[in-house]
């Protein structure tokens, strides 16, 4: 079972969440602070972070940005509704999903497996590597490159890469991306799609001119290519 | 506004100002040119009267009296003539002289003024007209004479007619002045009747505007208070009024603001040891099976009601974000058909309870979390209160600024109590009084409302004439945010 860093300042909601994933079988961690999240990051290695983003001392969004100058860790925030602006900023940051609380421990598992999941990939595993332009894309490996350059992608990053770039040109809305790549419901935040989106284009895209590989279909939703 | 309206109140004003100056200079018009015309008439009247009066005194008259010696006396009298030259006749019995040889008897010498005078010895007088209008004056005087104390007439009577044509023109005159006075007289009234008005009026159209712009939600509205005239002391007044209404508005507004903080307040202290608790219920729910069945039913119900509580919580937030304005709307475009057969998937719905009628290829810019919150209320409440099947009708059509979006809920139920429906969007209503609690929030429907609301539409609730209630949301095919 996964090895789950939580970093929330409240204590019922510390305990709580972590007695709820310890019973399920998850090896957690907790931290009061994000200094205390972030020393946890070197020791204990997790395989995923549930951050909360309101926290004393540097917030939720600063250890997010923290965590990504070094890790490609899922990062899943823990917030409340309505705290709409930090859910933003907090997906520009890099986390890959959110959770509203209050949440029952099966909703917060349900989201940690799912951006565990690994793809399961449309057309049948393919081995060998993908080149679409200057991108190679392994889809067995779960890397990418763009000349020759390794780029370090989060999971829900290259989840959705991959899910894009294996039926180039198909136009996906952003529900069907919501449920494909997330496992999320049909009617959750399209917000996801488009931060990660656009973390996605800031890293493979040429900044200088409009995107190339994932392109934005009007009134419909997001594509790969054509190239 | 002012167009429509018959008269104006300056038109008013100044009317009313010049009826008060006309009816004035007219009474004084009038009544100098009485007494005036009775003055002149009076005293040329007296003067003709007693001087005809002494000059027949002075003459002896001898009777019998022959014709010759009648016109002498009328002759003689003829040059006397006061205040204006007249024409005396004389009559006696049959006998007819005058200062005119041509004309022994006057035209304008009448039988009443005749009688008057031979029945009672003195001397009378009338204001007559001749045939072309010209006004004389005709006196009669009786010559008497004295015996033994008594007055007896001699018969002889002497009749003077004075024309009163310098008379005439003078009242004439008169009349004109007044006339040609009075007109110039109202028009230079005008003048101060206008400036009156504006004076007046000035007031009356600021206090207007002030009372207008009061009306539309500018409390700090006052009013320049200028002299001390009633209309200051209503501009005062209105300023206090002004004053009074932003103060208890200031105040209702801030209860108002403090209410819905606290509510939003007490949510939000809520929800943190709520997340705690409903992350550990499970916990207590799978335990539960290994303890005794008072414990365990114990453990039950606080994780029953712990899951209730963390959803009216929830609510509470949403209903709070509303009042605060912070709703947001994320938007994003759907397939209409999609989104909706996806509400009724995710709750099970997708059965035979629900029978839909979802136009293909319909695309919709909406909050699709809203959407999904207001669809699922809508059908879980026609399912819980109403009865299936429910049917859900998805259309479109055009409207005023754009297309809009119709979704029809109907269930078979037995519809919505006329005295439920017009509260069937309140907070917390209980169609039911002695059903305290329902399944939801009690919140739902409003929440469903101003979720319709915050995408530009409009959610109305009724019953169907074939029996069961309806719910039909009308909102914009592309909402803004």
Same mark, same amino acid.
């Given at each position: 079972m996964p090895r789950v860093l939580l970093i929330e300042d409240d204590p019922s909601i510390r305990e709580g969440v972590g007695l709820g994933l310890r019973r399920r079988g998850h090896d957690v961690q907790a931290a009061e602070t994000g200094e205390e999240g972030l020393a946890l990051m070197a020791t204990f290695h997790p395989e995923l972070v549930l951050l909360d983003l309101m926290l004393p001392g540097i917030n939720g969004v600063q250890v997010c940005h923290r965590i990504r100058q070094t890790s490609e860790v899922p990062i899943i925030m823990l917030t409340a509704r309505g705290d709409d602006f930090d859910i933003v900023i907090g997906l520009e940051a890099g986390a890959d999903d959110y959770i509203v609380k209050p949440a029952r421990t099966e909703v917060i598992e349900a989201r940690i497996k799912a951006v565990l999941r690994r793809l399961s990939d449309p057309v049948g595993t393919r081995p060998g590597i993908e080149t679409h332009g200057e991108l190679a894309i392994d889809r067995a490996g779960l890397t990418v490159a763009k000349n020759g350059e390794r780029v370090a992608l989060a999971p829900s990053e290259i989840k959705l890469l991959l899910h894009l770039s294996a039926s180039p040109e198909q136009v996906f809305s952003r529900q069907q991306l919501l449920e494909y790549v997330w496992d999320h419901s049909y009617h959750a935040d399209a917000r996801l799609v488009d931060a990660c989106v656009r973390r996605l284009r800031h890293k493979i895209e040429d900044p200088a001119r409009s995107p190339r590989y994932i392109q934005t279909v009007r009134g419909f939703g997001y594509r790969f290519g054509p190239l | 506004m002012r167009r429509i309206a018959p008269l104006g109140l300056r038109t008013r004003l100044i009317a009313a100002f010049l009826l008060v100056a006309a009816i004035s200079a007219g009474t004084t018009a009038a009544l100098t040119y009485q007494q005036a015309r009775n003055a002149i008439l009076k005293q040329t009247q007296d003067t003709a009267v007693s001087t005809l009066r002494d000059q027949v005194e002075q003459q002896e008259v001898r009777l019998p009296l022959e014709q010759q010696e009648l016109q002498r006396i009328v002759i003689e009298l003829g040059k006397r003539g006061k205040p204006h030259p007249w024409i005396i006749f004389g009559e006696y019995g049959g006998t007819r002289v005058s200062t005119n040889p041509g004309t022994p008897t006057s035209t304008v010498i009448t039988d009443s003024l005749r009688d008057r005078v031979r029945n009672n010895q003195y001397a009378a007088f009338q204001r007559v007209e001749d045939q072309r209008g010209n006004p004389w004056l005709t006196i009669g005087v009786p010559a008497v004479f004295e015996h033994n104390g008594y007055t007896e007439a001699t018969g002889v009577v002497f009749y003077a007619s004075v024309p009163l044509s310098t008379e005439k023109q003078t009242?004439?005159?008169?009349?004109? $002045?007044?006339?040609?006075?009075?007109?110039?007289?109202?028009?230079?009234? @005008?003048?101060?009747?206008?400036?009156?008005?504006?004076?007046?009026?000035?007031?009356?159209?600021?206090?207007?505007?002030?009372?207008?712009?009061?009306?539309?939600?500018?409390? #700090?509205?006052?009013?320049?208070?200028?002299?001390?005239?009633?209309?200051?002391?209503?501009?005062?007044?209105?300023?206090?009024?002004?004053?009074?209404?932003?103060?208890?508005?200031?105040?209702?507004?801030?209860?108002?603001?403090?209410?819905?903080?606290?509510?939003?307040?007490?949510?939000?202290?809520?929800?943190?040891?709520?997340?705690?608790?409903?992350?550990?219920?499970?916990?207590?729910? &799978?335990? $539960?099976?290994?303890?005794?069945?008072?414990?365990?039913?114990?453990?039950?119900? @606080?994780?029953?009601?712990?899951?209730?509580? $963390?959803?009216?919580?929830?609510?509470?937030?949403?209903?709070?974000?509303?009042? $605060?304005?912070? *709703?947001? /709307?994320?938007? #994003? #475009?759907?397939?209409?058909?999609?989104?909706?057969?996806?509400?009724? &998937?995710?709750?099970?719905? #997708?059965?035979?309870?629900?029978?839909?009628?979802?136009?293909?290829?319909?695309?919709?810019?909406?909050?699709?979390?809203?959407?999904?919150?207001?669809?699922?209320?809508?059908?879980?409440?026609?399912?819980?209160?109403?009865?299936?099947?429910?049917?859900?009708?998805?259309?479109?059509?055009?409207?005023?600024?754009?297309?809009?979006?119709?979704?029809?809920?109907?269930?078979?139920?037995?519809?919505?109590?006329?005295?439920?429906?017009?509260?069937?969007?309140?907070?917390?209503?209980? *169609?039911?009084?002695?059903?305290?609690?329902?399944?939801?929030?009690?919140?739902?429907?409003?929440?469903?409302?101003?979720?319709?609301? /915050?995408?530009?539409?409009?959610?109305?609730?009724?019953?169907?004439?074939?029996?069961?209630?309806?719910?039909?949301?009308?909102?914009?095919?592309?909402?803004?945010?």
């Open positions: - | 009242v004439e005159a008169m009349v004109e $002045a007044a006339q040609q006075g009075a007109v110039p007289g109202l028009a230079i009234a @005008v003048v101060p009747a206008l400036l009156a008005a504006r004076s007046v009026l000035r007031p009356v159209r600021d206090m207007r505007r002030a009372a207008q712009k009061l009306g539309r939600g500018r409390l #700090d509205t006052r009013i320049e208070v200028r002299g001390a005239d009633e209309l200051a002391g209503l501009a005062r007044t209105f300023n206090e009024t002004a004053r009074a209404l932003e103060q208890s508005v200031r105040e209702l507004q801030e209860a108002e603001t403090r209410a819905r903080r606290f509510a939003s307040d007490v949510s939000h202290e809520l929800r943190t040891p709520l997340a705690g608790m409903l992350a550990v219920t499970e916990v207590l729910d &799978e335990d $539960a099976a290994r303890l005794d069945a008072d414990t365990a039913k114990a453990l039950h119900l @606080v994780s029953a009601e712990t899951g209730k509580l $963390a959803v009216l919580v929830e609510d509470l937030m949403e209903i709070s974000r509303f009042d $605060a304005r912070a *709703a947001e /709307l994320n938007l #994003d #475009d759907v397939d209409i058909a999609e989104a909706v057969r996806k509400t009724l &998937e995710r709750r099970h719905w #997708d059965d035979d309870r629900v029978v839909t009628e979802l136009p293909d290829g319909v695309r919709a810019r909406l909050d699709p979390r809203r959407f999904d919150v207001v669809l699922a209320n809508l059908v879980g409440n026609a399912l819980r209160h109403g009865g299936a099947p429910v049917h859900v009708t998805v259309s479109t059509a055009s409207g005023g600024d754009g297309e809009r979006l119709l979704i029809d809920v109907a269930d078979s139920g037995p519809g919505i109590a006329p005295e439920v429906l017009p509260h069937i969007f309140d907070r917390f209503f209980k *169609a039911d009084a002695a059903r305290t609690r329902s399944a939801g929030s009690g919140l739902g429907l409003a929440i469903t409302l101003e979720n319709v609301r /915050l995408h530009g539409g409009t959610l109305r609730a009724g019953n169907r004439p074939e029996g069961g209630a309806f719910f039909t949301l009308d909102m914009p095919l592309e909402a803004r945010a």
